[in-house]
């Protein structure tokens, strides 16, 4: 028998007693007991061991940090050229104005402009008979005649094309020995050829810069290097992936937007005690001025390089990279 079971035996015989025999026992020897009975109890408890004292340690190991690789990237643009394309609707509506216009306008003073019977005179009376208006882009039209009012332009009509207002100004200003020049045309031989790496195409579009790593088509971008801003590395990166041929202009110190990219598996650092769970790319908005992308010297791996408008974008790149840059892309 342990000690602790005969000590507990022991007072309850003890407590029996003075249960039995109250009347014999004084008051101060009845507290003694019950005394002598509580610090038995408590020192049999503390003697027996107890099942987490068996238990061994569980030493745990430190907890890995996560974080996240930032990089930085360039939406390098080249800005429209050309003013964009009209509507139907504009094309009608800016022809009816001219129009409008010969009708409120004053009468043209044919004798002051031209002498008469010199040869300038003799060649506008010729001109006016063609058109029946002093004006030379809006079609054959009598701003004074009985159809005056009808100035509306019809479905389907002509005179409200731009090609063909050029093509009536050049007429009226070539003669027998004076050949006029033309306007640029809009669309360039990049635009015929599909040269999507030419910057002299869809001269009323922006342009955005994309180049093709071993992600596939992506905007320029890297890893931040050390305690350098977004503004230092997106310069940084457009030297290391495009040469130093171009001349371009970083737009402001804040981003205009970010793409979260998460590893399949994250990379593990024993030494520091960090998993890198994935990358976030913010990107900085750029301008090219002059010069082109050269990627013979690129240091980041760079195969290939385009210039394309959004709707160009959305066709080369993954879809889930479009989600998140769709909307830094202008319309036009």
């Keep these: 028998m342990s000690l602790g079971n005969s000590t507990l035996r022991r007072n309850g015989l003890l407590i029996g007693a003075s249960t039995n025999g109250l009347s014999t026992i004084c008051k101060s020897c009845r507290a003694s007991i019950a005394r002598r009975y509580y610090a038995s109890t408590a020192a049999a408890v503390a003697e027996s061991p107890s099942q987490n004292d068996l238990t061994?340690?569980?030493t745990s190991s430190p907890a890995l940090k996560e974080h996240y690789a930032l990089r930085a990237g360039v939406v390098l643009s080249r800005p429209p050229v050309l003013t964009r394309d009209l509507t139907p609707f504009e094309k009608a509506f800016f022809l009816?104005?001219?129009?409008?216009n010969e009708r409120l306008a004053l009468p043209f003073t044919r004798y002051f402009y031209y002498p008469k019977g010199t040869p300038a005179d003799v060649d506008w009376k010729r001109k006016i008979k063609e058109r029946q208006t002093p004006a030379r882009d809006i079609g054959v039209y009598s701003a004074y005649?009985?159809?005056?009012?009808?100035d509306e332009v019809l479905v389907g009509a002509e005179e409200s094309e731009p090609e063909k207002q050029v093509e009536a100004l050049v007429k009226d200003a070539e003669g027998e020995k004076v050949i006029a020049e033309r306007p640029m045309p809009r669309v360039t031989d990049a635009d015929r050829t599909g040269d999507q790496k030419s910057l002299n195409r869809k001269l009323a579009r922006s342009l955005y810069l994309l180049v093709k790593g071993r992600r596939g088509w992506i905007f320029p971008s890297a890893k931040i290097v050390g305690r350098e801003n977004l503004h230092q590395a997106a310069e940084r990166i457009?030297?290391?992936?495009?040469?130093?041929?171009?001349?371009?202009w970083i737009v402001g110190h804040v981003p205009v937007g970010h793409y979260s990219y998460d590893y399949r598996k994250p990379i593990i650092?024993?030494?520091?005690?960090t998993s890198e769970l994935g990358s976030k790319t913010f990107f900085m908005k750029g301008r090219i001025m002059t010069g082109q992308a050269n990627l013979e010297s690129n240091a980041v791996g760079l195969t290939d390089f385009k210039w394309l408008a959004k709707e160009e974008v959305e066709k080369v790149v993954?879809?889930?990279?479009?989600s998140s840059v769709q909307n830094m892309l202008?319309?036009?």
Aim: aromatic fraction near 10%; charge should be positive; proline fraction near 8%.
């Design 56 to 58: 061994p340690p569980v």
């Design 96 to 100: 009816y104005q001219r129009r409008l």
């Design 145 to 150: 005649a009985k159809e005056g009012w009808n």
């Design 238 to 248: 457009l030297v290391q992936s495009g040469g130093q041929n171009m001349n371009t």
């Design 269 to 273: 650092n024993d030494s520091t005690s």
């Design 318 to 322: 993954h879809p889930r990279y479009w």
């Design 330 to 332: 202008a319309e036009r």
